[in-house]
């Protein structure tokens, strides 16, 4: 498999931190940074007021496309790989943004995983795990527009077969699959074993030798810093664990 990026260390989205800024930051020992999340379209920009208004931090720019496009050609002189997460109702601003991608070489990232009550009610994140057909669609639309397309999803959701959901978006036409294991590291092999054809990236308490071995020897092909991202010190340690393992992988 070619992999999305290089070194096999990304940033996670932070909502309404993880910009071009934040990504150019953390470029030193990461080769991949999803910016956003982005709400995208009206149910979805309503959604995110409303998470403000109880003190959430949420990118709302006037444009969100317009938005995109310049957090990413800010990027592009920048020795990482940019990704957006977004979230979307309508499969319209989802083809919108997955062109702005594909112009710029970036990762468009379908958000199954925001489980804020807000964005499920509007139709998006977690919720879409429960309506694979709406999520396959909306992994398809992105890849019409060739765009690569990872899409972000959470474990231990009640009722939902992650393993059945690999599948599924992989079939849809999804290239990756950005796996946030909660306290199910062992989901990863699952998806592993499910979607062989998927990029997977582990996510959640990566930040140390111990976790970043865990997933990768649970068959991930990446791993994740999420809330440490900003913190030089868990980025060097990752990347250098990183390292090791496939150093280790190819000499055996």
Known sequence: MTPL??????????SGEADAEWARAGSDHA???FLGGVALDEATRSAAREMVDRDREEFLPADPIAFVETQLDALADAPIRPGVNVRSATLGAIRDVARACTDRGAIVEINAHCRQTEMCEAGCGESL??????????????ADAD?????????????VDLSAIARAVADAGADAIHVDAMDSEAAVA??????????LIANNE????????????????????G?????????RRVRR??????????GG
Do not use: M
């Open 31 to 33: 080769g991949a940074a």
């Open 206 to 225: 990566v930040r140390d030798r111990r976790t970043v071995r865990e997933y990768l020897d649970y068959g991930a092909d990446a791993v994740s810093v």
């Open 5 to 14: 990026f290089e070194p096999r260390v990304a940033l996670a989205s932070l």
């Open 227 to 235: 809330r440490p991202s900003t913190d030089a010190r868990v980025r």
């Open 147 to 159: 765009a690569p397309v990872s899409v972000k999803v959470r474990a231990e959701v009640d009722g």
């Open 190 to 199: 699952d998806v592993a074993a499910a979607a062989p054809g998927l990029f």
């Open 129 to 142: 795990l429960r309506d694979a057909d709406r999520l396959c669609e909306q992994v398809a639309a992105a």
């Open 241 to 250: 664990a990183v390292d090791e393992w496939f150093a280790e992988a190819v």
